[in-house]
């Protein structure tokens, strides 16, 4: 396993799993807590969440949730591939308002870690997309919130030019007006 910070928002880490490949296929431990730990990975993940985006183009997110329910996520794709996008949005942080983004593929098995404090979201890159990610707390309706996909303060580079998009992503706020009780 090789673990990569990310290169402006070093809190986010890039997974790099060791894959065994032969004629059958391969093998792959997709999380082990002891292995994650050696690497500044603590988390004691209580939930599995699996979706599936049927077209490219899907936009998902930017999604997180409030304190004291904020998640942190370690999120795969399992099937297809995702741009895959996170935002400080930790207040006073000298990264905040700032994204990356990484590519995430079924081919490179490669996870993305998204502490607490970082709005996340995705974008499909090809049809019939599945993402599964882990997270640390329970979802919460009451403290479930966004931040507008397309926020030009953010300025994210998208990989679509017209994005397939819930309701929800399109009433979104803009990030300084979203709700937010993260401090840096």
């Known amino acids: 396993m090789n673990v990569i910070a990310g290169r402006k928002l070093t809190e986010i880490k890039i997974i790099q799993p060791t894959v065994f490949e032969d004629n059958r296929g391969f093998f792959m431990e997709s999380y082990n807590a002891e292995r994650f730990a050696d690497n500044g990975i603590s988390v004691y993940f209580v939930q599995d969440n699996h979706s599936l985006s049927l077209q490219k183009g899907v936009v998902r997110g930017l999604h997180y949730q409030l304190n004291p329910k904020a998640q ?22 000298p990264t905040f308002g ?13 996870q993305l870690f998204v502490p607490q404090g970082f ?12 993402v599964q990610y882990k997270v640390d707390q329970l979802y919460s309706v009451e403290l479930d919130r966004g931040v507008l996909w397309n926020d030009p303060a953010i300025g994210i580079e998208w990989p679509v030019d017209k994005p397939i998009l819930s309701e929800k992503e399109t009433r979104s706020p803009l990030l300084f007006h979203a709700e937010n009780n993260f401090v840096y």
């Open 98 to 110: 700032q994204w990356e983004g990484f590519e995430l593929s079924s081919k490179n098995k490669y």
């Open 119 to 130: 709005a996340h979201g995705f974008c499909t890159l090809t049809e019939n997309t599945e």
């Open 72 to 93: 942190s996520k370690l999120v795969r794709v399992t099937a297809g591939a995702i741009y895959d996008v996170v935002v400080d949005i930790r207040k006073g942080s």
